[in-house]
């Protein structure tokens, strides 16, 4: 359960990220995420979120992979796999859309979908990391997915 104080730091957050002020929104999410240590996993997972999303709006990358590198909340997989795209680190990315196993995108099934963080736009990432490493196939199946999900 969060106190009254973590949800007034999250409120701080979103409304500074909201006007693009990531330098202040980081500032709140470093005391947030930082300042609970005894907070529950999903809470912690969900604040880590929160600061991760600040170093991506200030274009802090590598910050972003080192946050997020072992954490499996389904929202931080998506973001991890941005920063992971954005370095060039393919195989990464896509084993954090598909954490489990490798599936064909024509084989995709609404079961599958729901571990793929973002939907059809974690579908879309996975084209772009299999374009990026020139398979083509794929890529173009997992574009087609994209159109099909509704989001």
Known sequence: ???PGEVVLKDLIQYYCSNFLYENAKFFAERLYYGNPNSDHMLKSEYLFLLAKCYHGEGKTRQVYHLLKED???????LFAKSCIALSKYPE????LLPLKSIHPNDITE????????GAAGLYL??????????KDYAIAYFQQTIKVKT
């Open 1 to 3: 359960m969060e106190s």
């Open 126 to 135: 996975l084209g772009v990391i299999c374009r990026e490493e020139q398979r």
């Open 93 to 96: 990315a896509e084993k954090a």
């Open 72 to 78: 499996m909340y389904l929202p931080n997989r998506y």
């Open 111 to 118: 079961s599958d979908l729901a571990i793929i963080p973002g």
